[in-house]
């Protein structure tokens, strides 16, 4: 029979728009795991400081993509397995390019298995409302800087910003211009119109070539991947089949091989009960 992995984005794709796994979600999943040892995941932007929770109750097997391929998290041990990182220089670059815009980012450290999150003291409200949520977990805490340094003896594994989309934009195009040696994603907050999130990463770090690296620890030689917004495309250069809520973006249902039901209506799930059903 063929090995096939089920790898979901999370916000807007296997979460509903509450931000949580529905518990019909949860019942699907964890049957055809415990009766058929379905390989499901997920890959996502997120970090374990939210994700440990949001996936509690689902007995997945599989590490987690995390942090949009930058980090894998090998849940059963709470431990990171694979982290790509940010050279010294390349922060330092960036840190002027965003003080140019005059914006401040928060720079991600690995400490561990936590993530000290490094920021200025003054932050935007929009700021604020992000990273607050997040601190609660062992996972992850904030440091507080009078200024940002390109040097630290913890690597620096994420720099991430949040606020007007067209700023966002303008700086990821400055990246570019200035040919500095990372990956970015650049896209729109699901939840919060206009709003632009911006995630740097070292070169080559996207959830394809994570999703890559765990098919072949896994065994899988079939990949079926889930997505909502632009920075899920790139899954589809990896996988056999790619699959779009109805609630994506345009260029991501253009992008992808089929569109379901939306993020509110268990889709994803659903989706894989019956790919599983029909395989049977």
């Known amino acids: 029979m063929t090995r096939t992995l089920y790898v979901s984005d999370l916000d807007g794709t296997l979460l509903g728009s509450d931000a949580t796994v529905s518990d019909n979600t949860r019942s699907i999943l964890n049957s055809l795991i415990s009766q058929h040892g379905v390989m499901f995941t997920v890959a996502t932007a997120r970090t374990p400081a939210t994700v440990v929770s949001l996936m509690d109750g689902i007995e997945a097997r599989l590490p987690y993509i995390l942090m949009a391929g930058g980090a894998v998290w090998d849940n059963a041990r709470r431990a990171y397995t694979h982290v790509q990182t940010l050279a010294d220089d390349t922060v330092g670059r960036l840190l002027s390019l965003f003080d140019a815009h005059g914006v401040r980012p928060f720079v991600y450290r690995q400490h561990g298995n936590q993530i000290c999150v490094h920021h200025e003291a003054a932050m935007t409200n ?155």
Not at 167 to 196: F, K, P, Q
């Open 126 to 280: 929009r700021e604020h409302d992000f990273i607050t949520p997040r601190l609660g977990t062992p996972y992850k805490r904030l440091v507080v800087d009078g200024r940002l340094s390109a040097a630290d003896p913890d690597p620096a594994m994420l720099m991430f910003a949040i606020g007007d989309f067209d700023r966002m934009r303008a700086l990821a195009d400055d990246i570019d211009r200035h040919h500095i040696d990372c990956s970015y994603n650049c896209y729109h907050d699901v939840a919060e119109a206009g709003t632009g999130i911006l995630d740097i990463y070292r070169t080559g770090t996207t959830k394809a070539a994570a999703i890559r690296q765990v098919a072949a620890e896994c065994g899988a030689d079939r990949i079926v991947v889930f997505g909502d917004n632009l920075n899920d495309i790139p899954m589809s250069s990896v996988a056999d089949y790619s699959v779009a809520v109805a609630n994506a973006f345009d260029e991501v249902k253009a992008a992808f091989d089929e569109v379901i039901g939306s993020n509110d209506e268990d889709a994803v799930a659903q989706w894989i009960m019956n790919d599983v059903t029909r395989a049977l």
